[in-house]
């Protein structure tokens, strides 16, 4: 039977946090004023509190379920752009378009990139000795393992097995293999080739071989030198929410997610159950992604829950948290949702880099006045002149909208990427190098120079590529842009 709207108290309304939710009372909220009568509300309040439950727990669903559907944005928009329809295709990454599409994507060497399925039965992975930074992550996007120099086979290449989440792995351990369990049937292979000999290139790619367990290792195609424009940046909108309930069914449910799923349950998002949210449903998903996303990029550029790297600087650690995402008492949310918003991936030697090995990401939205970068001004940057890395440094610079490599009307990586391999940067006296970002570049010094735009937003990222001693006993530091216009 419906109930009739209780009248209204004829006292006073009475904040929230007052309330004694007894007899009748009229109790001021975020949504509006709800009416007590004999301590129950109408229909019509329990609608209105049931649409603010809801949309609170969009907004937050949001932030944890970032990391997945960004891969699984990537996945599908990498596939479709490249036509990367074969389990043993790779898709190569070198020009500036083509690396454009990857959110903080890295311009200083290639990107390969797989995306395979445990589904299908255990993955094998012949993987050859030599310079390269090669990553397995699951599409949580944590990492199984790294492969290469920061990998357990130390660069000197081995064979890989990686087993679905309800397979027993030690049903495969066999002499000299690296046997990893996957908490998700979707994997990403990732690797970058360090070495910048052509011909180690082409030794690589011709010897990487895969396959099912018990079937023959093949070669892998190569799709490459596509140079064409796209994107995997997350969608806004209802498509955000289509994306992660349709990966959700390819995925098994870990325990750390059981209490998400419950959130999501009544936005129309359950394991088993088609995507078809009603009216109601679809307007709190809109509501809940678009203030999930405000959210998530107030954390980005105020993260609350970390300090500055260099104490009286506005450089933080991009990476500042654990490769499982979560500690023996909380899961890493805010850190997490920090660096899946504004990046992808992750690995052991971005996680836990060790001295002339791994890289180091240092990234900064502010100036040395503490002001956010601002595109239509310009900045200068002085690196001092022994940054401390065994391989080299590189600045680089991204949208604070899409955060990709920024678009700034070139067309080479160079327009947005310094780095000290180039020789042509004009240093200092003192072996310094003043680096320059904004709308104007300085009068005769267009080569230390990366160009803004219009009102596009921008940060960085100064990556350390085998970082030595000093970066981590913080004797070496950067100093904050200086506005110069």
């Not at 079937?215 to 929410?241: K, N, V």
């Not at 610079?397 to 042509?424: F, M």
Request: a negative charge.
């Amino acid at each position: 039977m419906t109930r009739s709207a209780p009248q209204p108290p004829a006292h006073t309304a009475v904040p929230l946090e007052n309330a004694t939710l007894a007899g009748n009372e009229l109790i001021q909220t975020p949504i509006g004023e709800i009416a007590l009568a004999d301590s129950y509300f109408s229909d019509a309040d329990s609608r209105r509190l049931f649409d603010e439950m809801d949309y609170q727990r969009a907004v937050q669903s949001y932030m944890w379920c970032h990391p997945l559907v960004s891969m699984a944005t990537w996945r599908d928009r990498q596939r479709a752009a490249f036509s990367a329809t074969g389990a043993n295709d790779f898709v190569v990454l070198r020009s500036l378009k083509e690396k454009r599409g990857i959110v903080t994507g890295n311009l200083t060497t290639p990107y390969i990139l797989c995306f395979s399925s445990l589904r299908d039965g255990p993955l094998v992975v012949e993987y050859p000795a030599g310079k390269t930074a090669g990553g397995f992550l699951d599409f949580w996007q944590r990492p199984l393992t790294d492969a290469g120099l920061t990998g357990p086979d130390q660069g000197q290449g081995g064979t890989f097995i990686f087993v679905g989440p309800e397979e027993d792995p030690a049903k495969y351990q066999q002499p000299g293999a690296y046997v990893f369990q996957s908490p998700t049937n979707n994997v990403l292979i990732g690797l970058r080739i360090l070495d910048p000999d052509p011909e180690f290139y082409a030794q690589f790619t011709s010897s990487l071989k895969m396959g099912r367990h018990g079937g023959p290792l093949t070669s892998c195609r190569f799709i490459e030198d596509r140079d064409l424009e796209w994107s995997a940046t997350c969608p806004r909108g209802i498509d955000y929410w289509k994306i992660l309930a349709d990966v959700l069914q390819e995925e098994p449910v870990r325990p750390v997610d059981k209490a998400w799923m419950a959130l999501l349950l009544p936005l129309g998002i359950a394991k088993g159950k088609g995507f078809a949210p009603d009216a109601r449903q679809r307007q709190i998903l809109l509501r809940g992604g678009a203030m999930g996303e405000l959210m998530a990029r107030n954390l980005q550029v105020n993260p609350r829950y970390a300090e500055p790297f260099w104490p009286g600087t506005q450089w933080y650690k991009s990476f500042d948290f654990t490769i499982p995402q979560e500690t023996a008492t909380r899961v890493e949310l805010d850190e997490r949702t920090t660096w899946f918003y504004e990046a992808v991936t992750s690995s052991e030697g971005m996680v836990n880099p060790k001295i002339g090995a791994g890289q180091i990401y240092m990234t900064t939205k502010r100036d040395s006045e503490g002001r956010t970068l601002r595109a239509d001004a310009t900045y200068t940057l002085r690196v001092p002149r022994d940054v401390p890395v065994g391989q080299f440094w590189a600045l680089t610079l991204y949208s604070e909208n899409t955060r990709r490599p920024y678009d700034n009307g070139g067309t080479e990586i160079r327009s947005v990427n310094l780095d000290s391999r180039l020789t042509d940067l004009q240093r200092n006296s003192d072996g310094t190098i003043d680096l320059y970002v904004g709308a104007t570049p300085p009068a005769g010094l267009e080569s230390n120079f990366l160009r803004t735009v219009n009102e596009d937003g921008w940060f960085v990222y100064f990556r350390l590529y085998a970082p030595l001693e000093a970066f981590f006993a913080k004797t070496f530091s950067l100093p904050d842009f200086e506005r110069i216009d």
